[in-house]
């Protein structure tokens, strides 16, 4: 069955670091884009980073442009996403979702997604 598993979420003070991974199996990875959203209480899912299927072009939501960056391993059917000068703004759970076709933006055209895992950035 399709499951994407999220590791590499944890606490962190304001300025440090993470990367969270994100291992794909049941499906052909390489051929979905891929991308990470998250989710603050109260809030609703938004968008943060994706990667197109061979990873040769990314897209980034304005609050995290040059400070995360999103990456693939097409042979270990694994996205990545390094965080870096974390910001309390950020915390919320993240999540890694699949998908073949649509806007890279937009939560609805995602097909597959993981349990996400949680990001605390203490200032």
Sequence with gaps: QVQLVESGGGS???????????????????????????QAPGKERVFVAAITRTGYNTYYADSVKGRFTVSRDNAKNTVYLQMNSLKPEDTAVYYCAAGISGSYFNVNEYDYWGQGTQVTVSS
């Design 12 to 38: 962190v003070q304001a300025g440090g670091s993470l990367r969270l991974s994100c291992a794909a199996s049941g499906f052909a990875f390489s051929s979905y884009a891929m991308g990470w959203f998250r």
